[in-house]
């Protein structure tokens, strides 16, 4: 018989609502205690609010500029030196619900953790040396 050739039609994801410097006190919020700035509606970090805004928001060139300018304020850390709280510690309520995730434990001080298994596979060979 000959092969079937299934199409997947893929839904747009609805952009999220728009961040103006008139509310973006209510739709972020400063972690001063990890220096990381979170968006609300998305419950992650933010890197660079710059492109957060245009990317996921869709906030124009000009009022992007005040906003980031605004949020100069903070002294957001970059990604790798953000301490991390205690792997099994209690969640960080303005990213959301915790996530499954796989926890190292080939050494009792390692903690890595990840939601990811190929990634975890990953670290256990790079750093740990198993197969």
């Not at 018989?1 to 999220?16: E, L, V, Y």
């Not at 492109?51 to 850390?77: M, N, P, T, Y």
């Not at 030196?81 to 969640?91: C, I, T």
């Amino acid at each position: 018989p000959p092969a079937t050739i299934t199409t997947t039609q893929h839904r747009k994801r609805p952009r999220a609502s728009k961040i103006t410097i008139n509310n973006v006190q209510e739709r972020f919020c400063y972690l001063q205690r990890y220096q990381v700035l979170i968006c609300k509606e998305h419950a992650t970090g933010i890197q660079n609010v710059d492109v957060h805004l245009r990317d996921q928001h869709g906030v124009a060139s000009e009022e992007r500029k005040s906003i980031v300018e605004h949020c100069r304020q903070w002294q957001i850390a970059a990604p790798q030196d953000v301490e991390l709280p205690a792997p099994l510690g209690p969640p960080i309520e303005q990213l959301g619900e915790p996530l499954d995730v796989y926890q190292c434990r080939i050494t009792s001080d390692c903690g890595f953790c990840t939601a990811n298994k190929i990634r975890m596979q990953k670290h256990c060979n790079n750093v740990h040396q198993t197969a």
